[in-house]
């Protein structure tokens, strides 16, 4: 590859532009030279938080799981809360409304876990993880496509339904694996 020839986007064509995601058709050039056609779905990112009941420090500290309808899976899912990020919004801001619209609770404590992406071979989509404690209970607000119900369970049991696949949505694996491993190191 020349030097003036470094990898990136040659150029962007939108093919789709939705509520929630786009999709653009890239002309790549690779890291080795060579040039292809990627789909790329565009996504604002996302805030998740492990919303924690009791002191994150304790034995086995209760979290807050939500069961939701979810189309695409063609059932109801275990998740930790979640949602799109607005535009401008910080991430912990999003990770606080999440939590008080799918659950009514407020956090005083909202600390950053991590930021993965969900899936680099075709999305710019980036989940920013939060832990959540010292919550107050209040009125959930849901939105019209939100059917949940709260599911509230010892750490080790959410822990335990990853390991039975009860728990199959990967932010939340992600997220309560990543809470465990947090609180242990204190």
């Known amino acids: 590859m020349k030097p003036e020839e470094k990898p990136g986007a040659i150029s962007s064509r939108r093919v789709y532009t939705g509520r929630v995601i786009s999709l653009d058709v890239d002309t790549v050039r690779f890291p080795n030279g060579t040039v292809g056609e990627l789909e790329m779905i565009r996504h604002s990112g996302a805030s998740a938080v492990v919303p924690f009941l009791d002191d994150p420090s304790s034995a086995d500290p209760r979290v807050i799981l939500i069961r939701q309808y979810r189309y695409a899976a063609g059932d109801y899912v275990f998740e930790i809360p979640a949602g799109r990020l607005d535009p401008g919004e910080e991430p912990a801001a999003c990770a606080a409304r999440e939590l008080k619209e799918e659950t009514g609770y407020s956090a005083s404590d909202i600390i950053r876990m ?22 107050t209970e209040g009125a959930a607000e849901l939105e019209s496509d939100e059917i949940l119900a709260l599911h509230v369970t010892p750490l ?31």
């Open 156 to 186: 080790s049991s959410a822990l335990s339904m990853i390991a039975a696949g009860e728990i199959v949505d990967g932010k939340t694996m992600i997220g309560l694996m990543f809470a465990a491993d947090f609180i242990r190191q204190g």
């Open 114 to 135: 991590t930021t993965f992406y969900t899936t680099p071979g075709f999305t710019d989509e980036r989940i920013h993880l939060f832990a959540a404690s010292g919550l």
